[in-house]
Structure formats: structure tokens, C-alpha cells
């Protein structure tokens, strides 16, 4: 007999669990090119300490390319992405537009980049929220007020100076405040053994978001083999035709042939028999 499994699945225990978003130094393009390490890549931690990548840690959020006038389409990269939640529920995100190349981009001048998601999956790029000055943001974080129920984005313009802007709606692109001087702002040090990892911020999410998170961004894993406990089998073509079903860790199931061993069945005489048998391993 396979024996069958337990655990059909990698179960994330805490209540919560610690979402790190990050982006990459850029390689060779041949290896890590700036248009695939300038985006938002994610990690997660159980304990808060030790953080694993997502996605073979590549990104998962990337800036929409922009329309020119004669059709063409220019390529855009971010950096410096901010997560938060938004006060409907979801997750935002706020980052600093740039060039492919993770130069400025003359287009995003004095504004910064938002999305939105329900699940740290799918994202909608709602677009450039402005920030009613001609500066380049060269950072950014955004959180929100329950005092005065609103927005606050805080951004840096690389040259000294640090403002905020209060905003009401995000979705409203042009509905921020002006700038108003503000103290510089920090993230918290966060240290993650990834290759190339640049940490930006952490935020929690509840489990049953991050199981789905992680179920989906990571390789599955074979975590059961099931078969029946017992079957009627007349020949060796009925014991044949039976498959084993194979869990892996994001839920979903395979069905695969088992080469059993019969050497000591007796097809001639009626019984019950024990037999052992082998998942076949496809080699392609």
C-alpha cells in the first residue's frame, strides 16, 4: 500500500503574518535586468525575522508603459514602493515612477505612482497622484489618518527636502493638498537573507490572505501520495488501471500511475492480498 498523507497543504499558523516589499539591484541584463529588478517584489515572514522571496523572488507589480502620440509605447520602471492598507480594506501601493533604466522620468515630475490590490495578487495601476510640485520624488511612504481621515503621503526629493500631502481619496489623482516641509522619514531596517534585495517596508496580513499569497507565488510542493485503502482487482490490468493522486502544497491534486508490484498475488485464487507499488516519475 502508499501510504496516505496528512498534510495536504503548507499551513501558515500565526494569525497574522509579515509581508516585506522590496526590489532588486540590477544585474546584467542578461541576469537581472533594471526593467525586471526596478519592481515591487515581495517576501514573508512567520516570525517577523526570517523572510523568504515570492515568486522565485522576481517582481510582482510592475509600472504600465505609456502611450505616446504616434502609438508607440515607452517603457517604465519604480522604485521605492510603499505598502499600506487602504481605509475601503485593500492594500496600496505608492511608488516613484521612472524610465525603464530606473532614471527620472521627466513625465512623473512631481508626482507619485499608485495601485491598488484585494490580495497582494492582482493590481490595478490607478495612476499618478499629483503632488502640486515641480520636484522629482525620489521616495515615498503613504499611510492613513484615521484623526483627520485622510491620506498622508510623505516624499523625499533627493536633494534635501521632505513634504507631506495630505489627501482625502486617493482615487481622486488630483485631489492632494500642497506640499507642506516635514521632517525626513524612515523606514524600519529590515535585514532578509534574498539575493539582490533592496527591503522597503513590512506590513501585516491576516493569514487566510497570506496562505492564498503564498500557495500561489511559491513552487508546489508534493506534500501527499493518496490511494484507496483496499480495491477489488480480478488481473493485474484492474490493479493497472488504478492512479494515485498526488497533493501538492497550493491544494491541487494530479492523478499518477503506479507501477505495482504483484509478484505475490495469486490471480487464480480469491483472497485479499497486500501490495507495494511505485509512483512512475515522468522524465521529459
Not at 544585474?27 to 533594471?34: F, L, M, S, T, V
Not at 484492474?238 to 495469486?266: E, F, I
Request: hydrophobic content about 35%.
Amino acid at each position: 500500500m502508499i501510504n496516505k498523507g496528512e498534510d495536504h497543504a503548507m499551513i501558515l499558523k500565526s494569525e497574522y503574518i509579515k509581508v516585506l516589499c522590496y526590489t532588486r539591484t540590477p544585474q546584467e541584463d542578461i541576469i537581472y535586468a533594471p526593467r525586471l529588478a526596478y519592481s515591487m517584489h515581495l517576501a514573508y515572514s512567520e516570525n517577523g525575522r526570517d523572510f523568504q522571496a515570492l515568486n522565485h523572488n522576481s517582481g510582482v507589480l510592475f509600472a504600465k508603459a505609456t502611450n505616446h502620440e504616434n502609438g508607440t509605447l515607452r517603457a517604465k520602471s519604480l522604485k521605492n514602493p510603499y505598502l499600506f492598507r487602504i481605509a475601503d480594506g485593500k492594500f496600496g501601493v505608492v511608488a516613484v515612477r521612472t524610465e525603464a533604466d530606473g532614471q527620472q522620468d521627466e513625465e512623473s515630475r512631481g508626482a507619485v505612482l499608485f495601485f491598488t490590490s484585494g490580495d497582494l495578487l492582482q493590481y490595478q495601476e490607478i495612476g499618478l497622484v499629483d503632488l502640486k510640485s515641480g520636484a522629482y520624488a525620489q521616495d515615498v511612504a503613504c499611510e492613513y489618518d484615521e484623526s483627520s481621515q485622510a491620506y498622508v503621503i510623505r516624499w523625499s526629493d533627493g536633494k534635501g527636502g521632505s513634504y507631506q500631502n495630505k489627501i482625502q481619496d486617493l482615487y481622486d489623482l488630483a485631489g492632494a493638498g500642497t506640499p507642506e516641509k516635514a521632517e525626513a522619514f524612515t523606514l524600519e531596517a529590515v535585514s532578509a537573507d534574498i539575493e539582490g534585495i533592496q527591503p522597503r517596508n513590512v506590513i501585516r496580513v491576516p493569514r487566510e490572505t497570506a496562505q492564498r499569497l503564498v500557495c500561489r507565488l511559491t513552487v508546489p510542493e508534493n506534500v501527499a501520495i493518496e490511494v484507496p485503502d483496499g480495491i477489488k482487482a480480478a488481473s493485474a490490468e484492474d490493479l493497472k488501471a488504478l492512479k494515485a493522486t498526488a497533493v501538492y502544497s497550493d491544494g491541487t491534486t494530479a492523478p499518477k500511475a503506479v507501477d505495482w508490484d504483484t509478484a505475490a498475488v495469486r490471480w487464480d485464487q480469491a483472497g485479499t492480498y497486500r501490495v507495494k507499488g511505485r509512483v512512475r516519475q515522468e522524465h521529459y
